[in-house]
């Protein structure tokens, strides 16, 4: 009752507004959202021909779990992927892989992305029900009715370590009635050298991704629009694992309608049907040392809906969104003796688990004066379970329920304060969250870091989170100062424990553990930005960043990234660019030997690269060279699983056209 009470509250919130609008032009507003797409650009300083994952990193609060070169998995605020929200599009795309080797960001590419939006904690449940907040996927859209109808991109180049090429491809129509855009993109990679010029074996990988998108005005404020994306993955290998990607393939689509109002509270609908299906075959067909093989194959399949619109009144704008969507994840385990002829095992690992989402979420926004602005949302989602081969489950928790319902609430809010060159911001969140497919229902998924196997437990409770952030700055001419803060309190905190019944199923596994619940965690979050005009021509930029988490105990959280830095010094001068940084982790102390980790040491890594800009007819073109790790220093972080070396001296190089 509770819930329905606080969502009442918050739709009242937008119906008392005064209805009479003060529009600005439909026209105007476009063109202002056309130039900040085509300034956001999925690269870094340091780097214009960025993988996905390379341009997350860039990010203060998302690091990564790496268990080779490819699909590294993100962590938002030092959560795991069960705690955060990541969509393409506003789109839920779930892996089909158990080990987690196919985040959704494995499944586009630099070049058919505009932007990325992070939002931090329950800011981010407008996607959908979450902890440690949401990323969003935003894919390159060409606006109607451009002068020049045509245009496009080429990018191509090659990394010297582990001998990578690329070739990334652009074009798109703009009409006054049609629009077509589209993308391609192959990358190939050997094995890579780690600093002590040692090659590290299954690291290499190959990735075709694609894309293409249709739209038609059906009228001056209106239009349809039809999205697909296809990519593909071979033989990728993970060092890090015992088995390695023989294949994964995803397709993703959509098809979606909007329309825009000139008058009324209501200013935008957007309404989008999608559905994608994701399969991905891990098998040790290439690890010949491994005493018995196993394939492991996985297949997600997702239906959905997605609606949101967005109102304006004077001093007050919302954006309210309706999500919903029915996924199937079913995965595999099969075993076989040296003569792979025969089968002598066969289990679910993810026994055809549906789950079923539906939540309304509304963020709500007032400036209160000319300095000030409060924010107000939440968000009421139902999440529904339900188990087909049940009897998986009932082996470690006899009489399981085979279909569970929970309710998922969200509330956050905000205030904002500019005074002359100062800026504040203060916030709070609580938002449930459900227990993930491998948490509630996994079962024997094999953790090669920790070498237990993991057993879900559908009667797992929701997670609750109670959240605090905050943040201060200083900004003038040639000097930027930001700090933010973030805590998060988080009960029935999921994680995995040793149980006492059961025997592991792989031979390589040293026990079983299962997903219980601790009292509580908590969790610190940290950062210090610093950016400095040195001259007209030269900047500087420094980053630090610090976490901790902590269990209900006093028990050091397992992946918590400890103290680091970034400094970086970037000169131009008319069409040149040279740009050079240092980057690094100090010594890691607060480790979980409880979760598998050690102690790992301090590094310090040198990047430096230099580009050039110019034209060829009335083509914009830019090349860059450059090199990662100048040093080739020898080193592995908290989040390399097993600790598996990164790469060493990386001479790269790129060639970039506009047309």
């Known amino acids: ?91 839920h795309v779930f892996g089909a892989c158990t080990d987690k080797m196919d985040p959704i960001t494995s499944y586009v590419e630099s070049n058919n992305l505009a932007a990325v939006d992070i939002k931090s904690g329950q800011e981010g449940s407008l996607h959908g029900a979450t902890v440690a907040g949401s990323i969003d996927l935003k894919r390159k859209t060409t606006p109607f009715g451009l002068q020049k109808k045509w245009n496009g991109a080429y990018q191509t180049g090659f990394e010297f370590n582990n001998k990578q090429f690329f070739n990334l491809g652009n074009i798109a129509y ?43 005005k059906t009228s001056d404020l209106s239009s349809v629009r039809l ?17 390695d990607l023989w294949l994964s393939r995803a397709l993703i689509t959509s098809a979606s309608y909007k329309q825009l109002f000139e008058e009324g509270l209501v200013r935008v609908v957007d309404t989008k049907v999608y559905f994608n299906a994701i399969e991905h075959y891990m098998d040790d067909t290439t690890r010949p040392e491994n005493l018995v093989h196993m394939d492991m194959p996985g297949w997600s399949t997702t239906y959905g809906l997605v609606s949101k619109a967005n109102l304006k009144k ?67 989602g139902v999440n529904y379970n339900y188990s087909k081969y049940v009897e998986f489950n009932w082996i470690f928790h006899p009489g399981a329920p085979q279909e569970k319902t929970r309710f998922l609430p969200s509330l956050n809010a905000a205030y904002n304060l500019n005074i002359d060159q100062f800026n504040f911001s203060v916030g709070t969140g609580y938002g449930h969250r459900a227990p993930s497919v491998s948490e509630g229902y996994g079962y024997y998924i094999y953790n090669s870091f920790d070498r237990y196997d993991y057993i879900g437990d559908p009667n797992l409770k929701n997670e609750i989170s109670y959240e605090g952030n905050a943040s201060a700055g200083f900004k003038t001419e040639r000097l930027s100062i930001q700090g933010k803060v973030n805590y998060f309190y988080i009960q029935n905190y999921i994680i995995g424990k040793i149980l006492s019944m059961g025997s592991p199923m792989n031979y390589q596994s040293v026990g079983v ?40 105990k006093g028990g050091n959280l ?26 690094g982790d100090f010594e890691q102390i607060n480790y979980s030997p409880e979760y598998g980790e050690d102690q790992t040491a301090s590094y310090a890594i040198w990047n430096i690269s230099a580009d050039y800009s110019f034209k060829i007819n009335k083509v914009q073109s830019k090349i860059q060279i450059g090199a990662e790790n100048v040093l080739n220093a020898y080193y592995s972080t908290y989040a390399d699983w097993g600790n598996i070396p990164r790469m060493g001296r990386n001479i790269f190089t790129s060639l970039k056209l506009n047309f």
């Open 1 to 91: 009752m509770k819930y329905i009470i606080m969502l009442l509250f918050l739709g009242f919130s937008v119906t008392a507004q005064n209805q009479h609008a003060h529009h600005d032009s439909i026209k105007n507003l476009e063109e202002v959202t056309v130039k900040n797409a085509t300034k956001k650009k999925i690269e870094t300083e340091m780097k214009m021909a960025v993988s996905v994952d390379e341009f997350l990193s860039s990010s203060d609060n998302i690091s990564f779990i790496k268990r080779g070169a490819y699909a590294w998995e993100p962590l938002l605020n030092n959560m795991s992927t069960e705690r955060s929200t990541v969509t393409i599009d506003g789109m």
């Open 174 to 216: 703009s009409g006054t009635k049609f629009v077509a855009d589209g993308s391609i993109s192959y990358r190939t990679a050997d094995n890579y050298y780690d600093g002590n010029n040692n090659e590290v074996k299954h690291s290499q990988y190959n990735k075709f991704n694609t894309s293409l998108g249709l739209a038609y």
């Open 227 to 243: 999205d697909a994306i296809f990519d593909v993955a071979k033989d990728v290998g993970y060092p890090a694992l015992p088995m």
């Open 314 to 380: 004077n001093d007050y704008s919302s954006e309210i969104q309706l999500n919903a969507y029915d996924n199937l994840s079913i995965a595999e385990m099969r075993m076989y003796p040296q003569d792979r002829s025969e089968r002598t095992m066969f289990a679910y690992s993810w026994p055809w688990v549906t789950t079923r989402y539906a939540g309304l979420s509304m963020n709500n926004s007032w400036d209160i004066s000319e300095k000030s602005q409060v924010h107000l949302g939440g968000s009421l």
């Open 513 to 552: 553990k299962g997903y219980t619940s601790l009292d509580y965690a908590t969790l610190l979050n940290m950062s210090a930005n610093v950016s400095y005009d040195i001259l007209e021509h030269l900047h500087w930029k420094g980053t630090l960043t610090y976490a901790r988490g902590m269990d209900n």
């Open 558 to 583: 397992p992946f918590i990234r400890p103290l680091s830095y970034l400094t970086s010094i970037h000169y131009m001068y008319k069409n040149f660019g040279i740009q050079t940084s240092v980057n």
